[in-house]
Structures are given as C-alpha cells and as structure tokens.
C-alpha cells in the first residue's frame, strides 16, 4: 500500500451474476443493504462496472437500482473489513437472497 494509507484499511470489488426470479427488488434490497449494514466499510453497487455506483446501506438508492434477472450486480467496499464484507454480500446473491 502506498504510504499514507490508514492501517487496515482493504479495497475489495466483486460482481455477482443476479439468478433470483425478481432480481434486485423489494425484499432482495432490503436484504442487501441491512446485510451491507453489518460492515464498517463503505459499500456500493452498480450493474455496471463503472458505475454509477450507489450506497449499498441506502434501502431508497439500492431500489432505484432496478437490476434484474440476469443482470451483473458489481460490488466494491472500502474500509477495515472490506474482503469480508464484499464476500458476504456476493455469497447473498448467489444463495437468490435465500427466496428461493
């Protein structure tokens, strides 16, 4: 890491290929930002990989995301926990956000 950096802090990104019937609506939202949520870095998603990108812990800015089925939901997080956030979040979307 280039000096100056704050110690700890990781940048990670990741893209999750959307399989669940309704893509990234209402519930599955609700899903990935309380999950989002639980992680000290900040985290966005976009459905393409330079952006716009958008606040993965706003419920009201994840649903205007509208991303669906078979859509490429890309995901990068920066902060102390960043790996585990971004892995979290990917393994979400391929589980179909536990709906189906």
Do not use: C, Y
């Not at 900040?42 to 958008?54: C, K, L, R």
């Not at 990917?90 to 589980?95: A, G, N, P």
């Amino acid at each position: 890491m280039a000096d100056g950096g704050e110690i700890g802090m990781q940048e990670a990104k990741a893209h999750a290929l959307l399989t669940n019937e309704v893509g990234l609506h209402a519930r599955p939202s609700v899903k990935l930002t309380q999950l989002a949520k639980r992680f000290a870095s900040s985290i966005e998603v976009a459905i393409a990989a330079d952006g716009p990108w958008t606040d993965a812990k706003s419920p009201v800015k994840i649903m205007r995301v509208k991303a669906a089925k078979g859509e490429t939901l890309f995901l990068r997080a920066n902060g102390t926990d960043a790996e585990e956030a971004i892995a979290a979040l990917v393994d979400l979307v391929d589980r179909k956000f536990d709906e189906e």
